[in-house]
């Protein structure tokens, strides 16, 4: 985050949070960064992207171990979460079966949007989709290759 970004009490604010997830109303978040939050922050969801590059919004919250989870227009409030420090493994053999919980956090961890996680993989967008939905699971093979890009990328199952 750059120094001195309107967002930087954000960022303060959740790093001293001990939970694992928090719910803060957009008149909370005002009041941290003492300032309005922008009009595309009240009716866009993609103001509330996880995706630091662009955006010193995300940043604050990426940066203090946070995504935001949900954003309830209706409300006025977003969700903040922590990414869990271990996932739930199945195992068949010494291949990990990757599920919805893993593959969007590999996609995640990796910064990527479902369609470039899907181009770096050679599937469809839709295909991403569907794993993330629990529609359905990556087969044997393609569970050995997810787990060789998550080896690349540093996350730990």
Known sequence: MKE?????PL???LRGSDRNEVTLSFTEIETLINDVLPESARNKQAWWSNRKQGSSQASAWIE?????????????QVI?????????????G???LWNAE??????????????????????RQATVSQWENSVYEPTLATSKYLTLIAKQARFKI
């Open 80 to 92: 903040f979460r922590k990414p869990p420090d271990q996932y739930q493994v199945q195992l068949q």
């Open 4 to 8: 001195r970004s309107k967002y930087q």
């Open 102 to 123: 893993l593959i969007k956090a590999l996609r995640q961890h990796m910064d990527l949007t479902q369609a470039e996680f899907a181009k770096r993989l050679g599937v």
């Open 64 to 76: 203090a171990g946070y995504r935001v989870e949900d954003v309830d227009f209706e409300r006025q």
């Open 94 to 96: 010494d291949t990990v």
């Open 11 to 13: 960022l303060e604010f």
